[in-house]
């Protein structure tokens, strides 16, 4: 009888200590909730004002490869767009932006293709090889010496073969170059010829100065011809040197591959097409000029578009000095329009992501340096609109 009031007397505290965690556990989670709550409401939803981030935020991405024209292009408080990865016209068209429009293809046509190709172009000022542009700083230039070279005489002994027309042209494409941009020039046969006969392990490419394209004149008076058409080494050593862009010109079909040249170079005995998808982790755009041979057309066409770069065909007994006249202007109204119609294009791709004034500080530009052209007359009109819009 004693034993049992003992017992339960045991029992009840027990019971109203459990109760009573149970209840201090409730209430502490529901004041974590709470907490976690306040801290995961969006900005703005109090009554307190959502702070302006966009004005002050910096986005830290890396250089674009993008066809992004030269400083000298934009104003001064735009400079900063050229390094913001959100700002690339041609990545998600339609999502931060509205898709290319027809208004905005290229003369030749193109549309949305021929935008994402330059997409892979560098940012800089045009030069032209053979009459294809490309953009940036850095240029690599990839020239054929085989002896097919020294066939295709013109109809007078002025034009030379098509080894001589060749270097013409070479010589010309460089000479345009500023002293801001950089080149580097590689010969190929059966062997690989660096310029001035560098044996860097990693070459690097010079300063367009007089003097060194004085030096180069007088190193390409020293090339001959020779066997083979064995290109691979020569792209494996421009595509590791980063650059803008890469010219490859040919005039026949290559058979190195065939021959096991340069195998032990290559590490095993790739394809021309394998090299390039081997080493070209830097998507660089390889502009390819077939010359006077349509036996490696279709090779070189696809080596252009896997890599974003143009592809051109030029026929026997073309004048080197006639292409280089017609590409040689400053700003050839191609050029123009292109480098409008891409300007055009980022301002409107930054307004429609709210940033105006960096929007209407472009719109300027191209009303002011591209007068003239439709994209001109377009961005009057935004500078207009928005004008209006100011409070």
């Known amino acids: 009888m004693d034993s049992r009031p003992s017992s339960q007397s045991a029992v009840r505290p027990s019971r109203f200590a459990v109760r009573r965690s149970l209840l201090v556990s409730l209430f502490a989670h529901a004041a974590a909730l709470l907490v976690l709550a306040a801290l995961l409401q969006p900005a703005g939803s109090g009554p307190s004002p959502p702070l302006a981030l966009e004005v002050s935020s910096v986005d830290p991405a890396p250089e674009m490869e993008t066809l992004v024209m030269s400083d000298s292009l934009l104003p001064p408080e735009a400079g900063e767009l050229l390094s ?35 997409s892979h172009r560098g940012s800089g000022p045009g030069v032209s090889f053979f009459g294809t542009v490309a953009y ?52 190929f046969n059966g062997q690989t010829r660096r310029m001035f006969d560098d044996d860097a392990i990693f070459p690097q490419a010079i300063r367009a100065t007089s003097d060194n394209k004085r030096r180069l004149n007088e190193w390409l008076a020293t090339v001959r011809t020779g066997s083979s058409t064995d290109p691979r080494e020569s792209i494996r050593l421009g595509l590791g040197m980063q650059a803008s862009a890469l010219f490859l010109l040919s005039d026949g079909e290559f058979n190195g591959q065939q021959s096991n040249i340069n195998s032990d170079l290559l590490n095993g005995n790739p394809s021309v097409f394998e090299v390039v998808e081997r080493f070209n982790a830097n998507r660089t755009p390889i502009h390819t000029v077939a010359y006077e041979d349509m036996s490696n057309c279709r090779l070189m066409e696809q080596i252009a578009k896997s890599t974003g770069g143009e592809y051109k065909f030029v026929p026997p007994h073309s004048s080197a000095a006639a292409n280089s006249a017609a590409a040689s202007s400053v700003a050839p109204a191609d050029v123009q329009n292109n480098r409008a ?28 340096d591209f007068s003239g052209t439709e994209a001109a007359q377009a961005a009057a009109a935004k500078i207009s609109q928005l004008s209006a819009s100011e409070p």
């Open 341 to 368: 119609n891409f300007l055009l294009f980022r301002a409107r791709s930054l307004e429609s992501r709210g940033r105006a004034d960096q929007a209407q500080a472009i719109y300027r530009r191209i009303e002011r």
């Open 84 to 118: 913001d990865s959100e700002s690339d016209p041609f990545a998600g068209a339609g999502q931060a932006a509205a898709a290319p429009s027809a208004e905005l293809s290229w003369p030749d046509g193109r549309g949305g293709a021929g935008l994402e190709a330059a």
């Open 136 to 187: 940036g700083d850095q240029f690599v230039y990839i020239v054929d010496t085989s002896t097919s070279m020294d066939q295709g005489r013109g109809a007078s002994a002025s034009e030379g073969s098509r080894f001589v027309r060749a270097l013409a042209e070479l010589r010309a494409s460089v000479g345009r170059l500023s002293e801001n941009q950089s080149f580097y020039v590689v010969l």
